[in-house]
């Protein structure tokens, strides 16, 4: 049994009136502390597979267990870190970082305590007091990232938090990401468009088909931590990248 | 202010005064009809000495206050269940546009058979002149949330009351505070209306008085005391509120 299941999940949207199937029976078993990520064309329902796990959206089959336990709605054991951020623009870094632990009911003093190892983690320290709208992209991202470890979830859910950035920063929150996962041990599942980025993070790597969305191939990425961009890409690794490029080009050209 | 648009508006304000004693002293009007800017200047430091002028401040402010937080507190809630209750939207919600568009000063009659030419049935006048105002710019507020804020504080654990004051309200303020400016000038209108009619003190009730005793200069007087709290609440109060909070929700 592995720490999150998906047992055949199922979606439809309502397109035209008619409805269309969005995810066509998803079975999946995460293992604790996976760093795994979903690769798939866009409009495939990564996300919404995503969401679904978060408890934002129901399946219109299918279940998620949490521990071998059915899951129903949003809880704090699966917290999401969203493509934009979603930081709340009226309150600054620190209390966005200790959202979710003000409506937890945890008191200040140790709300404080939290917020700041992990603001440190996020080398936000310097920035407690400042307003999302002080903060460029990658900085927001962050203080989305640490909002999210405050809450200890069991998973952590991403979804193409990377998306929006610039190149460098991108790469510098690629390494940070490896070590925050190996710093916690959180299961991770992330979501993204971006092979390179999957590879250099995922243990696992999933491929998405095009709608309705099966699981078209895995790949076990057999590759030392820490590891950069030179690494994935590197005369001696296998090709991971190529060889799910090859999987994903057919899908995103239907 | 910039030093030349405070020299514009001194020059403007100076200009209109010398034009206004300057048609005073062409005696076209007799002074009953068409006070001079002198004898109005008179009229507010007697009512300034006597203290009538503002304990009539006092009292329509008191009544705007009482009627306004009323407004405030009430149209908030309102349009909160407006935006999000869609059958609350469809029934209250339709309800709502019809008495948006009854001036306030038309439910003097019915405040007056229901509360009598009482202090509450003044601010029942202000309260219900504003509240609509505040509902309707509440309900666009709520309605235009970026829906990634909800989820992200449902996904944390927000649910229910908590999820109205830690986010919809907060996240709706830049929409509120418009609410609170248009319903603070129906309040205000609303409150001075209400006073001319039911005669019981106040800024409108000196302006009737002024008017019964034929002093025009009294009503201007008045009338310049009521614009200028009116600019002072509008340009000072709701112009910093406003400015503080487009900055730091990032709007400009």
């Known amino acids: ?254 | 202010m910039k030093p030349n648009v405070l020299a514009k508006k001194l020059g403007f304000y100076a200009m209109i005064i010398i034009v206004w004693q300057g048609l005073d002293s062409s005696d076209i009007w007799p002074d009953n009809i068409f006070p001079s800017p002198v004898d109005v200047v008179e009229d507010l430091a007697y009512g300034a000495s006597d203290g009538s002028l503002f304990y009539g401040i006092g009292t329509s402010m008191l009544r705007l206050i009482v009627g306004l937080t009323i407004a405030i507190v009430g149209g908030t809630i309102l349009g909160i269940f407006m935006a999000r209750v869609e059958t609350v939207n469809q029934t209250i919600g339709s309800l709502v546009l019809g008495l948006q568009s009854i001036p306030s000063i038309a439910w003097v009659p019915l405040a007056i058979l229901w509360f009598g030419l009482t202090d509450s049935g003044i601010i029942f006048v202000t309260a219900i002149g504003a509240i609509f105002a505040v509902t309707i710019n509440t309900y666009t507020g709520v309605k235009n949330i970026d829906p990634s804020y909800i989820e992200a504080a449902r996904n944390m654990g927000a649910k229910g009351s908590q999820l109205i004051t830690s986010i919809l309200i907060p996240a709706a303020f830049p929409y509120m505070i418009s609410g609170f400016k248009q319903g603070w000038a129906f309040a205000w209108r609303g409150v001075i209306g209400a006073e001319l009619l039911f005669s019981f003190l106040g800024l409108g009730f000196l302006l009737n008085v002024g008017r019964q005793l034929n002093d025009v200069s009294q009503v201007i007087a008045v009338m310049i005391v009521i614009m200028g709290i009116g600019i002072l609440v509008d340009g000072v109060v709701f112009k910093r509120i406003e400015n503080k909070v487009m900055t730091r929700w990032g709007l400009r």
């Not at chain 1, 079975?27 to 604790?32: A, K, P, R």
């Not at chain 1, 129901?58 to 998620?64: L, M, S, T, Y």
């Open chain 1, 1 to 254: 049994m592995g720490k999150l299941e998906a047992r055949n999940i199922e979606k439809y949207f309502k397109h035209d009136g008619k409805p269309l199937k969005t995810l066509d029976g998803i079975d999946l078993n995460v293992q604790d502390g996976e760093f795994l990520c979903i690769v798939g064309p866009s409009g495939c329902g990564k996300s919404t597979f995503l969401r679904i796990i978060a408890g934002l959206e129901k399946p219109d089959n299918g279940e998620i267990l949490l521990d071998g336990k059915p899951l129903s709605s949003t809880g704090p054991d699966r917290i999401m870190v969203f493509q934009e951020g979603a930081l709340f623009p009226w309150l600054n870094v620190q209390d966005n970082v200790e959202y979710g632990l003000k409506i937890a009911g945890i008191p200040k003093e140790k709300r404080n305590e939290i917020s700041n190892r992990y603001l440190d983690m996020m080398q936000l320290t310097q920035f407690a007091t400042s307003f999302t709208y002080q903060l460029s992209t990658g900085m927001k991202q962050r203080v989305a990232i640490a909002r999210a470890l405050v809450m200890d979830p069991d998973v952590l859910l991403m979804d193409e938090p990377f998306a929006a950035l610039d190149a460098q920063t991108r790469d510098l929150l690629l390494v940070e990401m490896q070590l925050i996962w190996q710093k916690t041990k959180k299961t991770i599942i992330f979501v993204t468009h971006n092979v390179a980025e999957a590879v250099i993070l995922g243990t696992r790597v999933l491929v998405f088909s095009h709608r309705p969305a099966i699981i078209k191939k895995e790949f076990e990425i057999a590759l030392p931590y820490p590891r950069t961009a030179e690494d994935i890409h590197g005369k001696n690794s296998p090709s991971y990248s190529l060889e799910i490029l090859a999987e994903l080009r057919p899908e995103v050209k239907k």
